[in-house]
């Protein structure tokens, strides 16, 4: 099945009890039982739900992965793979992250013993440095956030194969339709089901994607035994935003690139971060990985001044400012203050995140519309 049959077919069956074609939105907490122990498969919705198995169905097989799971938000499901290892165990992440996963790991997880090395990942060969014997994760993002990096993921799943480590993949960005990690030998997926996957603004959830059967066993006893699963009115409306991730995806590309060339001819733009352009370090290995580069930008105002930075964000006719990412509308944010403030200022400087930078998630509406929209916010 290719891309755009799975995204509308995989993983959903016509209602069993009705023949409904789009999957109910089961609105139960627990299911009758004919005798102790004799049930359909579903005892109790942590557990098992009919809409939430259909959206783990659907986002694995995408992800042309065996098993998936549905979390109540991208973070839940980062927190169950770290919930895998234990007190001295270690992990090597990129250093330009997601803020909240840098939350996540340096506030919360530092406590219980685990040890957290932040490196650059853009030379592949720094990760060994970094390895020793109780390493036990590589975690990557690609295309980073909000510097837009590229990470060549063939070349550190070698690493982790070669040392007995686990590579796990935030795809947020990406999306499968764009890459699928595992193919390149990934262990496991992350999700913010949040962004491109739900696509519309309009729910709150993580997922991840993987082919261990003991790995799957061991996450899905995390997911019931913490908790934190989707619910079903969340699933149903990822059910429906996957749906058309193919042409969102396609969209959102090409209006990347629009804005991206867009930005590149502009006299007060000074650096543009986008993983689509020759200029960019890592272009060939995104070129390799990635089927087309989306609509993830970054870019800085010469002069680096936070306060025309300030004015051009608040000027958007179309671009709302908010946080988040991979609706169909246009967002901009400003990561040193909005996303990424967890992150320390000399942090945030060392990665290039400096005051002047914008993020746009640059959404489906029209292409003229938007780049109107920046020739009269920029000035
Ligand atoms: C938003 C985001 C997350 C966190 O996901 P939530 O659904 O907000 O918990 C993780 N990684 C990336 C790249 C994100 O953009």
Redesign the pocket.
């Known amino acids: 099945m290719k891309f755009g049959t799975k995204a509308i077919h995989a993983g959903v069956e016509p209602d069993p009890t009705t023949g409904a074609i789009m999957t109910p939105i089961y609105q139960t907490s627990t299911y009758v039982q004919a005798s102790p122990g004799d049930h359909k498969g579903y005892e109790y919705s942590r557990t098992q739900n009919p809409t939430r198995d259909a959206a783990q169905k659907s986002i694995a097989a995408l992800e042309n992965a065996q098993h998936g799971l549905c979390f109540a ?4 499901a ?1 927190d169950a793979i770290i919930k895998l290892f234990k007190p001295g165990d270690e992990i090597i992440a990129a250093n330009d992250l ?1 803020g ?2 840098y939350r996540l790991f340096t506030k919360v997880f530092s406590k219980y013993g685990l040890k957290f090395h932040f490196i650059g990942m853009e030379n592949i060969d720094d990760i060994e440095k970094y390895v020793n014997a109780n390493t036990k994760l590589i975690w990557v ?1 690609t295309p980073t ?1 909000p510097m837009m990096n590229i990470i060549d993921l063939r070349g550190a799943a070698k690493i982790a194969k070669n040392h007995n480590i686990l590579l796990a993949v ?1 795809n ?2 990406a999306t499968p339709y764009l890459q699928t990690p595992l193919d390149l030998g990934a262990d496991i997926i992350m999700h ?4 491109y996957l739900g696509g519309h603004s309009d729910v ?3 997922a991840l994607a993987l082919n261990d059967d003991q790995l799957a066993t061991d996450l899905a006893f995390l997911q019931n035994s913490t908790g934190a699963a989707s619910a079903p009115q969340d699933s149903f409306l990822v059910l429906r935003g996957i749906k058309t991730l193919h042409l969102r995806m396609q969209r959102h590309s090409e209006n990347g690139r629009a804005v991206a060339k867009f930005l590149q001819s502009h006299p007060k733009v000074d650096k543009i971060y986008w993983p689509g352009l020759s200029t960019h370090p890592n272009h060939n290995i995104a070129r390799e990985q990635m089927k087309d580069f989306g609509g993830m930008i970054s870019f800085t105002l010469k002069g680096n001044d936070k306060e025309e930075a300030f004015r051009v964000m608040e000027s958007f006719r179309y671009f709302s400012l908010a946080e ?2 991979g609706g169909v509308e246009s967002l901009v944010n400003h990561p040193a203050s909005m996303t990424h403030a967890s992150i320390p200022y000399e942090e945030r400087q060392k990665i290039g995140l400096v005051d002047s930078l914008i993020r746009l998630s640059v959404g489906i509406e029209d292409q003229q519309d938007l780049l109107d929209d920046l020739k009269q916010a920029i000035g």
């Not at 913010?192 to 962004?195: A, I």
């Open positions: 938000s991208g973070l839940a980062i997601y909240g996963t993002e956030n935030d947020t960005f913010s089901v949040t962004k709150v959830m993580g988040s990412l």
